[in-house]
């Protein structure tokens, strides 16, 4: 089974701020999802990428496969993005997903 | 376009009866899958669909089992529920052949109570 490590557990920031949440796993994969869950369940996907960097909006994602690590940044952090931010990888070898722990943000005003 | 949906959005049972949950996928979707969330052990997979075939399942005990209709709707169903049952189980679709490298839409859940 794949590993998958999250870090920090747990986030406090000001709003404004500049936050990163690390993702390390640790065999081969076919794809890193990012994925965000509010308060009450709701799980959106953030990004999807297996090579380099995506962005959208305040939020940038990279990926290193030599080193097996992902990123996910926000830039000028707002209170709305107070949510678990959840890394997950896909196997090379099947169709499952394999979670982090996730990480809780706070973003305070 | 109409999101996955899932029904029931609520739960309850008592230990030993069984339970069955179902989920819509997007409209075109054909792959469908189910996991586990608790606050002990996070996001777990249970299975996934394509085209009414189970492709892959995570490590769950058989009594948690499932299907998935040739309209791509898909069931999953947990009998003699246990204690530790209780979670919320959230299902997700996708477009592509693989559910694990094309992006994925969630429900919005089933939260399980087993008392």
């Known amino acids: 089974k794949n590993e998958v490590e999250q870090s920090p557990q747990n986030l406090t920031a000001q709003e404004g701020e500049f936050i990163t949440i690390n993702c390390s796993y640790s065999v081969g994969i076919s794809a890193l999802h990012w994925l965000q869950q509010h308060p009450g369940g709701g799980i959106v996907s953030l990004f999807m990428l297996s090579s380099g960097k995506k962005k959208h909006g305040r939020l940038i994602a990279t990926i290193n496969i030599q080193e097996k690590h992902s990123s996910l940044h926000i830039t000028a952090s707002h209170p709305r993005d107070s949510a678990v931010y959840i890394c997950?990888?896909?196997?090379?070898?099947?169709?499952?997903?394999?979670f982090g722990k996730g990480t809780s943000l706070l973003v305070t005003p | 376009k109409a999101g996955v949906t899932q029904t029931p959005r609520y739960l309850i049972k008592t230990r030993g009866q069984q339970v069955t949950l179902s989920c819509s996928p997007i409209s075109g979707h054909r792959s469908v899958s189910w996991y586990q969330q608790t606050p002990g052990q996070g996001l777990q997979f249970l299975f996934e669909y394509f085209s009414e075939t189970q492709r892959n399942k995570g490590n769950f005990p058989g009594r948690f089992s499932g299907r998935q209709f040739s309209n791509s709707r898909s069931e999953m169903n947990v009998s003699t529920l246990e204690l530790g049952d209780s979670a919320l189980y959230l299902c997700?679709?996708?477009?592509?052949?693989?559910?694990?490298?094309?992006?994925?839409?969630f429900g919005p859940g089933t939260r399980l109570t087993v008392l």
């Open positions: 997700a679709s996708s477009l592509a052949t693989s559910g694990s490298t094309d992006t994925q839409y």
């Open positions: 997950a990888v896909g196997s090379n070898s099947g169709y499952a997903l394999n």
